[in-house]
């Protein structure tokens, strides 16, 4: 059972470029979760999606970012317009659903970084 | 102030030694806490998890939960220069979508 794939795992965009980050998550999971993580920091979530809707997306810049988790297909994390800031790690996580919070299963991360 | 903080380290211990690795949180909501290590380059693995307050041991990992408090600690017995990563706590409310809110991890160097 393959586990959380996200490509490309290492990304370079200079500014004003858009940066699409993808996740497939674990065989049976319908649920992702995308974390950024800066530099020297912990995780901070951005958004939580469920197949077809968004379920939560507190955490999102208000601008230049959107996220999709199609029907078929991997979720899609959008970034227009880079600018230097958004250079980080950003890492998904895939849940059944079930369980709580412990049934996030992280996958290795995309290292975003910004000319 | 941050909801979680944790003191980020480096934190270096000989080996075989115990190890403590701390966070506080200010959100009295909180219900799940968790210890997830990373590795250099990694993408998190959880270690362990506890609902509500308590101890939880598994193997070399004992976690503990002082909700009244607002403390969590993790501890490591025997240590191994294996053990050499970021550990970061996290935690989320119950039934809130389960997201989780992190600290910013301690960087933990065990050397033989």
């Known amino acids: 059972n393959a586990g959380v794939m996200q490509n490309p795992r290492h990304l370079v965009r200079r500014r004003g470029q858009e940066a699409r980050l993808r996740c497939s998550p674990m065989?049976?999971?319908?649920?992702v979760y995308w974390y950024r993580q800066l530099p020297e920091e912990g995780l901070k979530f951005m958004v939580y999606?469920?197949?077809?809707?968004?379920?939560?997306e507190s955490g999102m810049p208000k601008e230049r970012f959107s996220a999709e988790f199609p029907k078929e297909g991997p979720s899609i994390l959008r970034i227009q317009q880079v600018v230097r800031g958004d250079s980080a790690a950003y890492f998904c996580?895939?849940?059944?659903?079930?369980?709580?919070?412990?049934?996030?299963?992280f996958g290795p991360g995309t290292r975003l970084t910004v000319t | 102030q941050k909801e979680v903080e944790q003191d980020p380290g480096p934190l270096s211990v000989p080996e075989g030694a115990i190890v403590s690795l701390n966070c506080t949180y200010s959100?009295?909501?909180?219900?799940?806490f968790m210890w997830y290590r990373q590795y250099s380059r990694k993408g998190p693995e959880l270690l362990m998890y506890?609902?509500?307050?308590g101890n939880k041991e598994d193997g070399r990992f004992t976690a503990q939960v002082d909700k009244s408090s607002k403390y969590i600690s993790l501890f490591i017995r025997d240590s191994q220069p294996s053990d050499s990563a970021t550990y970061l706590c996290?935690?989320?409310?119950?039934?809130?979508?389960?997201?989780?809110?992190f600290g910013t991890g301690t960087r933990l160097q065990v050397f033989p």
């Open positions: 065989k049976g999971h319908s649920h």
């Open positions: 506890t609902y509500s307050s």
């Open positions: 999606l469920q197949k077809e809707n968004i379920i939560d």
């Open positions: 996580a895939s849940s059944p659903g079930t369980g709580g919070p412990k049934e996030q299963y």
């Open positions: 996290a935690m989320s409310v119950l039934g809130n979508t389960d997201k989780l809110i």
């Open positions: 959100n009295s909501a909180f219900q799940y």
